[in-house]
């Protein structure tokens, strides 16, 4: 199946002489932005450059008290760099955990080192699931099959020889050998695409995007609103210049919602550093988002439910078969594969190689055939064939031994079938007239923690579905000892219909069962494919190369951290710790994000349309604006700023759905509208009574506005919890604070007079409350 060569590698001066000619891999790998650009990213927005102008134009005005909202504007960029880089930091580290650690042949002896060592030369030794991570040159190959489908799209493996070229971001599927560096660092073929790939990045997202839209919407309305309140300001202030500008910038400053997208960043943020504890690497953003999403999750049996190793239960032999001669050939079977897998590790484990056999050639394991091969010759000096594979692929139907394998599979047994034939391992079907020797038992060790996990998806009503290359009887025992529901009829993969040829078919089959076996690489593919095909969101879990396609298709791929360094690459979401168990921490996280945002988005968004309202109106009556910049930043503090950090990072374990926009603009659009409605009604019942000045009549003003922002914080902090309610309640002492603390009262220039504005505002506040829970269930029962 190969040939090789042994080599002995560089020497160590060689190795050093490169270094110093500056031949060494030293392509950065980054994990995260920098700090320069997260920096840059915080402060650099379009609305810190609005809010800055116009905390310079107050500085200019004064009094400093409303300029107060130009340091809140400070504290929240400093939060949001700050909780960034207490990210990057996590994921650095996670990162360097994480990172591939190739086997390099110098001085004679095998060691692995950092990738950014590798220098050109070197003679890299590769072996199933390893990561190709500089271009170069086959030296040595054995059954060695390349993938290289990230590069090309072409998902077939290509079989290496010798003098074949190998390129970066290509990994191995079958076989080993060695191939020397020929190009390092950024001349390496997918340099660049590696670093890309390897990089925290903050790509596009429906969260993101949303407020984005909200966004861009916001600063249409901002720039005419604006425009047309600096001028009825000045019109109807003409006196007084000063206080012209600082009820224009009052009018304006309401209307950002600049805490909006420093909320996103720090949930984000804060999301990766707990995740990141758990020795979970999050390589993309929106991976948290995403899983939050899932409502399917595609889990590999081998290193998800179970755990990498295997232990020989007992050998069965067949046909009458002599045991001790079955135990050497598996020993000797076992020392042909020089990277054997979780099942051939179990054989190495159990016989050692007997010294009086012979390896005269290998066929490693291949998921796409289910076999493994080797050409031994015994101590009598025949040389035969010897397969170790799936029963049910290496005999015919009908089978007595298919009989017993089934058995031992459906206690949740891994049976592997051990035989013999003449035909060399070259010939396109080596297998044809084997002689079946022994079933070789393997005990699977179920992870502990996999009956919980599971048991938390199905409270949670995200399906899960097991797709496994083993024996579909074995899967299903396996998986119905853990509890998932509908284990107990498993398909065998091989009776599925073809995707091109009845696509409805095998969604119907995929969505229908719960546990596949003898699945396939490009089956994982075609059953993700299906999924998403009747709308679902789907997760794909692995740890070996047979998991790669599939795991790239999948809305979020999650790779166990011991499994191949192909399926770490494409993954978005690396368990180091290979904990099953952490995956439903990860959804919490997620859903924790993401309906948190959209929780105070709302918040935000209610803001942003009072204030607008109350601009036009303002504009179109002729009449000052009814608050300072102080009143605004009161107002945006206890009912918005504060709350909202609360709520961002609360618990929250609603499935994320499509339609954040949508469902936003639902509920703050009237809200905003009866807010601001409510305020300015009160205004001109203030402004009609006389015997009040303009002090009176903004107190009272503020104080409808606070009490109907309150109550849809209150709406939003729905379900009530002791925090919520004492948040909520903590909140409105606050604002009593101000209205009965004299040196707050001057402060904020706030002082209500008499009894009738007030009470008035109160009466109105209550009106708009009302209209405010109606608003509420109607956006409830729309969904």
Not at 623 to 643: A, E, Q
Request: hydrophobic content about 50%.
């Amino acid at each position: 199946m190969g040939t090789s060569t042994s080599a002995p590698g560089l020497t160590s001066g060689e190795v050093a002489e490169r270094v110093a000619r500056g031949e060494v891999n030293d392509v950065p790998v980054r994990s995260s932005r920098s700090t320069r650009e997260i920096v840059r990213a915080n402060v650099l927005t379009r609305f810190n450059a609005i809010i800055g102008t116009l905390f310079v134009v107050i500085l200019v005005v004064g009094p400093i008290q409303d300029g107060l909202f130009g340091f809140i504007i400070v504290a929240n960029t400093g939060i949001g760099i700050v909780q960034e880089l207490r990210a990057k930091r996590t994921l650095d580290n996670l990162a360097v955990i994480g990172e591939a650690r190739p086997r390099v042949r110098r001085d004679g002896s095998s060691r692995p080192v950092a990738n950014s060592q590798l220098v050109l030369g070197d003679l890299v030794e590769l072996g199933s699931g390893e990561k190709i991570t500089v271009d170069g040159e086959v030296a040595e190959a054995e059954g060695l099959e390349v993938d290289e489908s990230l590069l090309t799209g072409e998902a077939d493996p290509v079989l290496k020889h010798p003098g074949d070229p190998v390129l970066s971001g290509s990994f191995v599927v079958a076989g080993n050998g060695a191939f020397t560096a020929t190009r390092v660092g950024a001349a390496a073929y997918a340099a660049r695409l590696a670093e890309e790939a390897s990089r925290f990045t903050l790509v596009r997202s429906e969260l993101r995007s949303g407020i984005d839209t909200i966004l861009r919407y916001i600063t249409y309305l901002l720039i005419p609103t604006a425009l047309g309140l600096i001028l009825s300001q000045l019109y109807v202030e003409n006196q007084d210049m000063a206080e012209a500008v600082r009820r224009m910038v009052a009018g304006i400053v309401p209307m950002v919602p600049e805490g909006l997208v420093l909320l996103t960043s720090v949930a984000f943020a804060i999301g990766v550093v707990r995740l990141g504890r758990r020795q979970c690497l999050v390589q993309e953003l929106p991976a948290i988002e995403g899983l939050a999403r899932v409502d399917t999750v595609c889990l590999d049996k081998t290193g998800t439910l179970t755990e990498g190793g295997m232990d020989v239960e007992r050998v069965v032999p067949l046909d009458g078969a002599d045991t001790a001669f079955v135990r050497q050939a598996l020993g000797a079977f076992g020392s042909s594969e020089p990277k054997p897998n979780a099942s051939l590790q179990a054989v190495v484990d159990a016989y050692p190689a007997p010294a009086d056999w012979r390896v005269a050639g290998t066929a490693p394991f291949s998921s796409a055939r289910k076999w493994s091969g080797a050409e031994l010759v015994g101590p009598d000096g025949e040389q035969a064939t010897w397969l170790l594979g799936a029963p049910d692929v290496l005999l015919p139907p009908g089978d007595p031994a298919l009989e017993q394998a089934d058995a031992l599979g459906a206690r949740g047994l891994r049976v592997l079938l051990l035989g013999r034939t003449k035909n060399p391992l070259a010939d396109p079907d080596p297998g044809l007239g084997l002689e079946p020797q022994a079933l070789v038992v393997l005990r699977q060790r179920v992870r502990p923690d996999a009956a919980d996990t599971l048991a938390y998806f199905g409270r949670q009503q995200v399906a899960a579905k097991v797709i496994s290359g083993d024996n579909a009887v074995s899967v299903g025992a396996v998986a119905a000892s853990l509890g998932l529901p509908r284990a107990e009829d498993p398909v065998d993969a091989r009776t599925l219909p073809e995707p091109a040829a009845d696509p409805e078919g095998l969604a119907d089959r995929v969505e229908q069962h719960s546990v596949f076996g003898r699945v396939t690489p490009q089956q994982k593919r075609d059953m993700v494919g299906a999924l998403q095909s009747r709308g679902h969101h789907v997760a794909m879990t692995g740890d070996g190369v047979n998991d790669v396609l599939a795991l790239k298709d999948a809305d979020i791929g999650v790779a166990m951290g011991s499994g191949s360094e192909a399926t770490r690459a494409v993954a978005q979401i690396v368990l180091l710790d290979n904990r099953f168990a952490t995956l439903p921490l990860v959804v919490a996280e997620g859903r924790r994000v993401i309906g948190n945002i959209e929780r105070v988005a709302n918040l935000f968004l209610v803001k942003t349309v009072y204030s607008v309202l109350l601009a036009l109106a303002v504009i179109i009556c002729r009449v000052p604006y009814p608050f300072l910049p102080r009143h605004s930043t009161v107002l945006s503090g206890l009912t918005i700023g504060i709350p909202a950090f609360f709520l961002a990072l609360a618990p929250n374990n609603e499935r994320a759905r499509p339609g954040f926009v949508r469902r936003v603009l639902r509920f703050a659009v009237p809200a905003g509208v009866i807010a601001g409605a409510a305020a300015f009604a009160e205004y001109l019942v203030a402004r009609a009574d006389h015997a009040t000045g303009k002090v009176a009549d903004t107190s009272a003003t503020t104080l409808t506005l606070f009490l109907v922002a309150l109550w849809v914080l209150a709406i939003i902090a729905r379900p009530y919890t002791w925090w919520r309610v004492l948040l909520v309640a903590a909140m409105g002492a606050g604002f009593g604070l101000v209205l009965v603390v004299p040196w707050l009262k001057h402060f904020f220039e706030l002082d209500l007079a008499g009894w009738h504005d007030p009470w008035t505002g109160v009466g109105i506040a209550l009106v708009a409350g009302l209209l405010l829970e109606i608003s509420w269930r109607f956006v409830k029962l729309r969904g």
